[in-house]
């Protein structure tokens, strides 16, 4: 080509560019969306985000556009949301027109718009009720889930005696004991500690975690239709995501072959019996595929989230050794030395419950949130939200929030105690979200935090292998999950 015709080419391009770009603002501006950043054709403002980071990112740009603005992540047009009364106003206020699913696309990968988690429409609500139904058959909210944990706790703290006093990562020690709670509601049994399989899972799920966390991870959300067909560290993820579908779908079908109807064992003998009992309706949501994809939600949700707080949690008591010293006195003063803890004592232990809830509020597991899409043209403080737009209520600001956390950026269980020392709540506490798509395994979570962490403090203290003051808090990484940084620590019976 010759010079000229480069130049024109060129030339061509950057008007094409202009005309593109002068359109989206124009349909921007006519649209009565929230303000936000001019995007760019295709990468919208990726140029004004941190894919490193992104959390902080939206609540840099939140400082200029104010509490609900709109941005373009690449083709994805998105709402943003920051802060309590934002969110509140509009997930609980709101929460029929802010109730649909929007897209994450790491997990969509696998799930296709299937199963309970990142379904729409009359898929999500049919699976979403029977999930709710079908958990506390089996005891979530009751004393046998108590039972369960407690009992589960027993081989927790076995493993931690063998450790006999020496440095460990707690990382898939905390991992399989979660996991096996949430095991035996969905396959109707636990794992040993050392199965490999098992282990294998456990690796499965953490690197898929840790990839929604990455630069990589946040970059995929974007532009996952092209590099879905690129190289790239995604690869990996996938083979992993698939490990856990074959993995599940193994165990679907060794139910079916040994299926009793009329004394269901699990979660997944429950979903047979109500496939075959839905077989003749044609609108029914009961169907195999959707059984894999609402057992793999949930195996994987109730897994990773608290194993992940609770490692945290660790990391938090290792910094502050005299937040231990004050957990112990009050373990020892109301449940004592002879016997388990109960949730019956949640009730008379303020300062754990106050501890819990700060370790949960720091910790800030999933600080964009699950995204939201609205399910109808919307009208929100003045603005008008199309149809299908999706929507981020960033948790984190709201866990965060400097109107209701005087000292948000640090670990501080004086943000639940009143001056009394009784526990206070905050409506800001929302690790679960709240409204139509609220976390519905937050109750079994609640009691798992509780009974671990009072088993395992009941019996040993925790050393650190390097001085509290040299311990670094922050987290190793923030994308769609908050990943804590690897540490070894010690306990020691007490």
């Not at 004004?48 to 941005?71: A, C, H, W």
């Not at 019996?459 to 994308?479: A, K, M, Q, T, W």
């Amino acid at each position: 080509m010759d010079l000229l015709g480069a130049t024109a080419l060129s030339l061509f391009l950057c008007l094409c560019c202009l005309m593109l770009l002068s359109t989206w603002k124009q349909m921007h501006r006519k649209s009565k969306m929230p303000p936000g950043p001019t995007p760019l054709p295709f990468i919208g403002n990726l140029l004004q985000v941190n894919v490193n980071d992104m959390y902080r990112s939206f609540l840099k740009i939140s400082e200029k556009y104010g509490p609900v603005y709109t941005i373009h992540l690449g083709p994805r047009r998105i709402v943003v949301l920051c802060g309590y009364d934002a969110v509140k106003e509009a997930l609980m206020d709101q929460a029929e027109d802010f109730s649909g699913r929007g897209d994450q696309a790491t997990f969509n990968w696998i799930f296709r718009g299937y199963g309970v988690a990142f379904s729409n429409g009359e898929r999500a609500k049919q699976l979403r009720r029977f999930s709710l139904t079908t958990l506390r058959d089996f005891g979530v909210g009751r004393r046998s889930i108590e039972e369960r944990i407690l009992e589960e706790a027993q081989f927790l703290l076995e493993a931690l005696r063998s450790t006999k006093g020496e440095a460990f990562d707690p990382t898939f020690m905390l991992s399989r004991t979660v996991s096996n709670v949430i095991s035996s509601i969905t396959f109707g049994d636990r794992f040993d500690y050392e199965d490999p399989e098992f282990l294998s899972l456990m690796n499965m799920m953490l690197q898929i975690f840790r990839f929604t966390a990455t630069s990589c991870g946040q970059l995929f959300d974007m532009f996952s239709d092209i590099m879905e067909y690129l190289p790239g560290p995604q690869h990996a993820a996938f083979k992993h995501l698939l490990g856990l579908e074959e993995f599940i779908t193994r165990k679907v079908k060794a139910h079916q072959e040994t299926l009793d109807p009329n004394s269901p064992r699990d979660f997944i003998d429950c979903f047979l019996v109500k496939m075959e009992q839905e077989k003749e309706n044609p609108r029914s949501e009961f169907f195999l595929r959707n059984l894999v994809t609402t057992t793999y939600s949930i195996f994987f949700g109730g897994t990773e989230t608290v194993s992940t707080t609770l490692r945290y949690g660790f990391l938090l008591l290792l910094k502050n050794p005299e937040i231990e010293e004050k957990l112990h006195e009050e373990i020892d003063r109301v449940i004592g030395r002879n016997r388990g803890p109960r949730m019956e004592d949640r009730a008379r232990m303020p300062y754990t419950e106050a501890v819990i809830h700060e370790t949960q509020r720091f910790a800030d597991i999933i600080p964009n949130g699950l995204a939201r899409c609205v399910i109808r043209d919307t009208r929100f403080r003045g603005f008008t939200i199309p149809k299908g737009t999706e929507v981020f209520p960033i948790l984190g600001s709201v866990l965060k929030d400097p109107k209701h956390f005087t000292r948000p950026e640090d670990f501080d269980p004086q943000h639940f105690l009143d001056r009394n020392g009784k526990f206070k709540k905050s409506e800001a506490f929302l690790p679960f979200s709240i409204g139509k798509r609220y976390c519905f395994g937050e109750h079994l979570a609640r009691t798992e935090l509780f009974l671990f962490l009072t088993s395992i403090l009941q019996n040993f203290r925790f050393r650190s292998p390097i001085p509290p003051e040299e311990i670094d808090v922050s987290p190793l990484l923030v994308g769609f999950a908050t990943i804590p940084r690897f540490y070894k620590m010690c306990v020691v019976p007490r």
